[in-house]
């Protein structure tokens, strides 16, 4: 999976709770109320075509990094795990934000959000590839309950998330 690009990374560091099941939202540091609200997100919109093979689809709460949420993408792209995660400013602003990528504070990321004030996934304001310039139509959204079953899903996302499956 290429794609990467030249972006910053903190390698070498390790998450807090890496792993840790959404069970375990009573001892996290992010509201629990938003936790419940955000236990999946769906990701759409991206228009760098190999990007967005590798980003688009659904992501379940999966543990907490520096006190946010991390969420993992339901299915694995070949063979790699997709995440999104926060990183805060310990190893200095330019690595603060939102990442997309294999695995928490990896040297590998597909995107970067740089809000640090924002307690969950951004939805818009995505660098893709990270050092690139913002992506207009990339979307990270709470999955609306019932919506997936129900068919209510942007015509755009229903594509990506087959295509990526």
């Given amino acids: 999976l290429e794609a990467s690009g030249a972006c910053p990374s903190a390698q070498g ?8 099941a959404p069970e375990a939202s009573k001892r996290m540091s992010w509201p629990v109320a938003q936790a419940q609200q955000m236990m999946s997100l769906d990701v759409y919109g991206c228009q760098h075509a190999t990007v967005a093979d590798i980003v688009a689809g ?3 709460l999966s543990g907490e990094n520096h006190g946010r949420p991390v969420f993992k993408k339901q299915a694995s792209v070949k063979g790699v795990e997709v995440l999104i995660y926060y990183w805060d400013a310990r ?4 690595f603060s934000g939102w990442w997309f990528g294999p695995k928490v504070g ?4 597909w995107a970067h959000n740089p809000d640090a004030s924002a307690p969950a996934p951004p939805k818009s304001g ?3 590839p990270c050092n690139g310039p913002v992506d207009p139509a990339f979307t990270v959204a709470p999955k609306a309950a019932g919506a997936q079953a ?5 015509q755009q996302q229903q594509q990506q998330q087959q295509y990526s499956q």
């Fill in 106 to 109: 990896g040297d590998q990321v």
């Fill in 58 to 60: 659904s992501f379940v």
């Fill in 91 to 94: 190893d200095g602003p330019i």
């Fill in 126 to 128: 995505w660098k893709v």
């Fill in 150 to 154: 129900a068919g209510h899903m942007p």
């Fill in 13 to 20: 560091q390790q998450p807090l709770n890496k792993g840790q």
